[in-house]
């Protein structure tokens, strides 16, 4: 996918600070002189092409309830099920497969302490399995924009 000069400005002007309103995408189209539909086009563009993995906000989870990090030692052969129900929990972000006796590792949120522990509760006695709790210690703050030269870019 070639980039004009739009979605690189696109690019570098939202790594950090998009908006945070009813319509983000109507004010970046301001700024970039161009129509909301086409933000949102070009956006979507550029995630069908894997220029970009993710459009949106990146949260202080402490400030918004309550998070934890879980893992389960699930079959090889249920792997799948298993991270299918995961899936279904309420307050699960994230998900994903490791080759490790913990297997499937996820992210819940939940907006306090108490509801968390009773979804990760009832989500350990659905799935029968036993559940690795890993509550954050301390957090780090890994700022994942970064500038483009795309002068050096073919």
Do not use: K
């Amino acid at each position: 996918m070639q980039l004009d000069a739009t979605d690189r400005q696109l690019i570098d002007l939202y790594q950090r600070d998009l908006p945070v309103c009813d319509r983000p995408f109507l004010d970046v189209s301001r700024q970039l002189g161009i129509t909301e539909e086409e933000v949102i086009g070009r956006l979507q563009s550029l995630q069908d092409h894997q220029v970009v993995s993710r459009v949106g906000p990146v949260f202080e989870h402490s400030r918004a309830g309550a998070s934890l990090l879980a893992a389960v030692a699930a079959p090889e052969q249920q792997l799948d099920l298993v991270a299918a129900r995961i899936n279904r929990a309420p307050g699960v972000n994230h998900n994903y497969a490791r080759e490790h006796t913990y297997n499937l590792w996820f992210v819940m949120t939940a907006p306090d302490e108490t509801v968390l522990e009773e979804r990760l509760g009832e989500l350990e006695q659905q799935l029968r399995l036993p559940m690795l709790r890993l509550p954050m210690v301390e957090g780090y703050h890994i700022d994942l924009g970064f500038e483009i030269d795309w002068e050096a870019l073919p």
